[in-house]
């Protein structure tokens, strides 16, 4: 079933995925329209992150096709699929950090293995601001809440200036309060134009979702891919 509406920033045109000899989903369809805000839920188990990582390269469909920017991710070489990348950041529910690092030195990491380290320099303290962990610079990941290293795995996306922002299960490891602080600042980049995508099995943070943004909420089943009624 297609679920695509007019031109996408990340497009899946009629994807199939197998593994391990059975097929995890077939014949999906999305779009990630500039400035969309969509939540992708379901059952555990049934393909959500790896849905996810066709969406930003990190896996290649069995069939059908990715677009990542108007281009074919089974067209281009690894250093194309790089170079889209840098326009996607990616939030993880297990966000891993290197903990032998200040948080300032792991959020910066994106720009500085990328050679752009006076841009790291610049936006730095402006976006510990915005995130709420001015004040947790000189601290190793070990040292963090569960709500800061959150925050800190969205720093770290979101300094490379992404077009969209992907991410799996971002509040699954922590309480409703912080959650709630997460979902405020991906409506803030979503309003700032950024396309949004995020997995997630709360609906309460989709229904919390709802009254701040426009969204829309797909379900992933059965190997289909579908629009959610008005039941959440």
């Known amino acids: 079933m297609s679920v695509a509406g007019g031109p996408g920033v990340i497009e899946l045109e009629d994807v199939s995925y197998s593994y391990g000899g059975g097929e995890l989903f077939s014949n ?37 096709r990715v677009k990542l920017f108007g281009t074919d991710a089974r067209k281009v070489d690894r250093d194309g699929i790089a170079l889209a ?46 995130v709420g962990l001015s004040h947790q610079v000189d601290q190793l990941p070990p040292q963090l809440s569960g709500g800061e290293r959150q925050r800190a795995a969205l720093a770290r996306a979101v300094i490379v200036s992404p077009d969209v922002i992907i991410a799996d299960e971002p509040t699954g490891n922590i309480d409703w309060e912080m959650s709630q602080r997460l979902l405020r600042l991906l409506v803030e980049l979503n309003r700032m134009g950024k396309a949004v ?36």
């Not at 792991?106 to 303290?125: F, H, K, Y």
């Not at 609906?203 to 629009?227: C, D, E």
Request: hydrophobic letters at 45%.
């Open 28 to 64: 999906l369809s999305l779009t990630l329209a500039p400035g969309s805000f969509q939540f992708l839920t379901g059952p555990s188990g049934v393909g959500k992150t790896t849905l996810l990582k066709l969406c930003y390269g990190d896996l290649i469909a069995t069939s059908g």
């Open 85 to 130: 990348r840098r326009r996607i950041g990616v939030v993880h529910q297990d966000c891993q950090f290197l903990d032998h690092l200040p948080l300032a030195e792991n959020i910066a990491l994106p720009l500085t293995v990328a050679g752009r380290q006076a841009e790291a320099e610049q936006n730095l303290g402006e976006l510990l601001t915005w």
């Open 197 to 232: 995508l995020v997995a997630t099995h709360d609906l309460n943070l989709i229904r919390a979702a709802k009254a701040q943004v426009q969204s829309r909420v797909l379900r992933l089943k059965g190997g289909r891919l579908q629009a959610a009624g008005a039941d959440l």
